[in-house]
């Protein structure tokens, strides 16, 4: 017992010492808080510093941007033989925005201007060519023609256009059969288009025109769905491929150049390979899937909307031109991307014509390859390509000079001429028609849309 007492003592001098310590004061959490309080503010501090630096070096690269007039630049740096004709056309204002995120841009009413020659007219109902009232006057019919700029007919009078030739050989047989019924035809090509965007020209205008009979002039590259933007400032299109909803990128692009320098960047960089239409990493490429099924919904969404009004519709299937040597290749990469349309016009029951024979040399359009048949005209007389032209302006020369006529020779006599050409063909011509090339493929398509009922 008399340990007892000594024993406590120590087990609680033990505890005392060796326990956590014990602050009367509350000296240690005051600190612990002021310390978390500074690195809080050193951190606020800092991040505040960050974002001020970011800020002014974004204020500082954007009125660098501006000062430069960086835009501008770019644009006239990138003008070639190739695609002047499109700036000028594109400057001219024959385009405007549009606040509807699929479309972007449309033709802009009563837009008028001359591109080498060639007259380019806007309607009041957003077609091309003159001016038309919307109701439809008594003893006219009319004939539509949707699309993009093969529709539209870049680089050709307005009635060299493919609905142009059709809608006059209509009203040539209404003559003959003893009427007085008038054709118009409506040009609503829209240069740049893909299928989404025409879809929606035919919801939103072609509908309302109340047409007898609709031509789709699809085009391999309309199988895609980002679309170009148009700048009203500089007179151009151009693509935005950041991952941001439509209407906030139209908004960035006109606020902000630094914005669209980083947007052209990352075009730029998107579309850096050689055939970035057949690369899949690239958005607008046409063997996409998602680019493929946008298409085909398109497609069959305007099918839809003229069976439900008993309207006929006609598709003109054309493949991306190239010169002849590749389309005839049996390798030819851009033949998988054929034989996708042409399925999905034959699965969607949509009477019409691919060019694909056409484009390889046969006149009536009946591919003969695979029977070896050779062909027996050349199609690429009929790129508008400004090198293109003076070479068979120089071909037809050499054939007058020994007394023979040049469109009466055959495909292997003009090949012939055309291989001795001293000067240098474009290697990525501009592929767009002639009004010439137009009026054949007419003669192709109306006996169709005849056997159709589509036509007289």
């Not at 290697?427 to 005849?450: C, E, K, N, W």
């Amino acid at each position: 017992m008399a340990g007892h007492p000594g024993a406590q003592h120590e087990h609680g001098q033990h505890a005392h010492e060796d326990g956590p310590s014990h602050d009367e004061h509350g000296f240690a959490e005051v600190a612990q808080a002021v310390g978390h309080d500074a690195r809080r503010r050193r951190l606020r501090r800092g991040f505040l510093a960050a974002v001020f630096t970011v800020a002014l070096l974004c204020l500082a690269a954007e009125v660098g941007l501006r000062l430069s007039g960086q835009r501008l630049r770019a644009l006239e740096g990138n003008i070639t033989q190739t695609n002047r004709r499109w700036v000028e056309l594109t400057r001219a204002g024959l385009f405007e925005e549009i606040a509807d995120p699929v479309r972007h841009y449309a033709m802009r009413p009563g837009a008028e201007c001359a591109v080498d020659g060639w007259r380019f007219r806007v309607s009041s109902q957003r077609s091309r060519g003159p001016d038309f009232p919307r109701a439809k006057p008594a003893g006219e019919k009319r004939l539509l023609c949707l699309g993009d700029s093969f529709a539209f007919g870049l680089w050709c009078d307005e009635e060299d256009t493919l609905v142009a030739h059709l809608a006059a050989r209509a009203e040539e047989r209404e003559r003959e059969l003893g009427r007085d019924t008038r054709w118009r035809a409506i040009d609503l090509g829209v240069p740049g288009y893909h299928s989404g965007q025409t879809l929606r020209a035919f919801e939103q205008e072609g509908l309302a025109l109340a047409p007898d009979a609709v031509v789709l002039y699809f085009n391999t590259n309309d199988i895609e769905q980002s679309g170009f933007y148009y700048d009203a400032e500089l007179g151009s299109l151009r693509r935005d491929y950041l991952p941001l909803p439509s209407a906030l990128k139209t908004t960035l692009w006109h606020w902000s150049h630094l914005y669209g320098w980083i947007s052209t960047r990352f075009v730029r960089m998107a579309e850096s390979g050689p055939a970035p239409y057949l690369d899949a990493r690239v958005p607008f490429a046409h063997v996409r899937a998602d680019n493929q099924a946008y298409a085909r919904a398109a497609v069959a969404r305007i099918a839809e909307l003229c069976r439900e009004r008993a309207l006929p519709l006609f598709l003109v299937d054309q493949p991306l031109i190239d010169y002849l040597g590749s389309t005839r290749r049996a390798d030819w990469a851009v033949l998988p991307l054929i034989e996708w349309a042409e399925g999905m016009r034959t699965e969607l029951g949509i009477p019409g014509l691919s060019l694909l024979g056409w484009l390889r040399g046969y006149a009536d359009g009946v591919d003969r390859l695979a029977e070896g048949a050779p062909p027996d005209f050349l199609p690429d007389l009929y790129v508008a390509d400004e090198g293109v032209q003076a070479a068979v302006r120089w071909a037809a020369g050499e054939a007058a000079a020994s007394a023979r006529d040049w469109s009466a020779l055959s495909f292997h006599e003009q090949t012939a001429i055309l291989a001795r050409y001293p000067g240098t063909l474009p290697s990525t011509p501009d592929f767009h028609l002639t009004g010439a090339a137009y009026a054949h493929i007419a003669r192709l398509v109306y006996p169709l849309m005849q056997e159709q009922g589509m036509l007289p």
